[in-house]
């Protein structure tokens, strides 16, 4: 796509997808927030690294939406991160319930015997001088089986979700360019879809005839659940596992990442577990998840004093926006004891994180088990990415210190 | 009942809107704002829904005098 550039128009290139920027991201994103509050990326899209910018944008999906940026690969029908109509409050309010702090407390305990059962093979390994990759060990299966039990999916079936939604954020993984569609990736990924999609059918079959208290039996059984078709509802629950699993893996990788380079940090953790839920807000803050959020200009529009036309791509960077010094002191410090503010990194307004309550829970409770149970450890050997868009150290090799 | 915000760490869901629009409403940038800090009775069980509904944890309700139930 073209712009017609305002004179005044920053205009950088950036591949955001470069190996660099997947491993270090911070001085580019720096640099891109500074150059101004929107950015023409060379490679064919606008962009913004500015807080400011970016919560304004999380709050207008009138001026840039969210369809169609995002319904390519999950399905238009999908409201987590994408409807931005009527039909979203609905949808949203079926699982509504089931993600409030409430419903959720009882999972914690749940949290911390699985993580207790993955972490004791893995330390006796790490007792007899192996390096283990604690990401996939331990960080990637933890969601998969909280999001397969609340979705009543059964146990043996976990390794094929862990299959399948990693399949499908490896499509998602961005830096395809114009050819996206014939990369082996996103092939994978649209095989996974489809499998999963089956799989999800025959549970949706099975629940009309035997509803339980799990999530597919809720949407199965909403009222608003009755007005949609079956492809509808695969759409949206197949995304709800992806979303379920994909985020809060990386959200853990990143913490024991962190705590194995900051042994002071795991000390004072350790000496006062009241600090957890605030300490791993702020290391979410700082090396958030999600990085990348796509829009679309709804007509044509003026953002920050730049014409963009009818459809124009938006890159919102949120790793960017979280390292704002318009918003944070200190920004680039990593720093336990700031002063609790909202960061984006579970989103903003009507797209704001529906799993931000689990995904808070799920990081507290393991962390806790972690600091019961692993002694001193580091990282041992490079580390891998998983990629920008859904941004973790993987693999991410540790040893006892 | 006494109800307090947090509005620093809101995330801008509109839960509470949703639950308790007498209670609570958002500004133009989205952010919660407490219309009532002190709700009558039969505001009280949405003022309560409003607290546990919101994803961000920043509605803190709590019960003033022996009239507040």
Known sequence: ?401 | MKVAIDRRRCLSSGYCVMEAPAVFTQDEEGLVVLLDANPPPDQHAAARTAEIACPAAVITVSEEGSNGA
């Open chain 1, 1 to 401: 796509m073209s712009a017609t550039l305002t004179k005044d128009v920053p205009v950088m290139h950036v591949d955001l997808y470069s190996e660099e920027m997947i491993a270090d991201p911070w001085p580019t994103l720096r640099r891109i927030r500074e150059a101004g509050p929107v950015v023409w990326n060379a490679c064919g899209h606008w962009m913004s690294a500015q807080d400011r910018v970016c919560r304004y944008i999380f709050n207008h999906p009138e001026v840039l939406g969210a369809e169609p940026a995002i319904t390519g690969f999950f399905g238009r029908e999908a409201f987590i991160a994408i409807d931005d109509k009527a039909q979203h409050n609905a949808l949203r309010n079926i699982w509504a319930i089931a993600f409030r702090r409430d419903t959720l407390q009882p999972l914690s305990s749940l949290i911390r015997q699985i993580t207790s059962d993955l972490l004791d093979p893995l330390i006796e390994r790490m007792r007899a001088g192996e390096t283990v990759d604690i990401a996939a060990d331990v960080c990637r299966l933890i969601p998969a089986f909280v999001i397969s039990h609340m979705m009543g999916v059964a146990d043996e079936m976990q390794p094929s979700v862990v299959e399948w939604s990693d399949a499908m954020a490896k499509a998602n993984s961005g830096g395809f360019g114009d050819n996206y569609a014939a990369t082996p990736e996103w092939q994978a990924g649209e095989r996974a879809k489809a499998e999963l999609a089956e799989f999800l059918s025959e549970q949706i079959r099975h629940r009309r005839d035997h509803p339980g208290e799990d999530l597919i039996s809720q949407i199965v059984h909403a009222e608003v659940g009755r007005t949609l078709s079956e492809d509808e509802i695969i759409i949206n629950t197949r995304q709800l596992l992806f979303a379920g699993n994909e985020t809060t893996a990386n959200w853990l990788a990143h913490i024991c990442h962190i705590l194995g380079q900051r042994p002071e940090l795991r000390a004072e953790l350790d000496g006062n577990r009241d600090l957890l839920p605030a300490a791993l807000e702020e290391m979410l803050r700082w090396e958030p998840v999600v990085q990348v959020m796509p829009r679309n200009a709804v007509g044509r529009i003026t953002l920050e004093g730049v014409e963009m036309e009818d459809g124009a791509s938006f890159t919102m960077l949120l790793g960017g926006a979280n390292r704002d010094p318009e918003r944070y002191v200190d920004p680039e410090a990593l720093d336990i004891h700031r002063e609790p503010r909202a960061s984006l990194a579970f989103g903003y307004g009507l797209h704001s994180c529906l799993g931000v309550t689990l995904a808070r829970l799920e990081a507290v409770a393991t962390t806790a088990c972690l600091l019961d149970k692993m002694p001193a450890y580091q990282i041992a050997g490079p580390i891998g990415w998983t990629g920008f868009n859904l941004r973790g150290p993987s693999p991410l090799p540790i040893a006892l210190a």
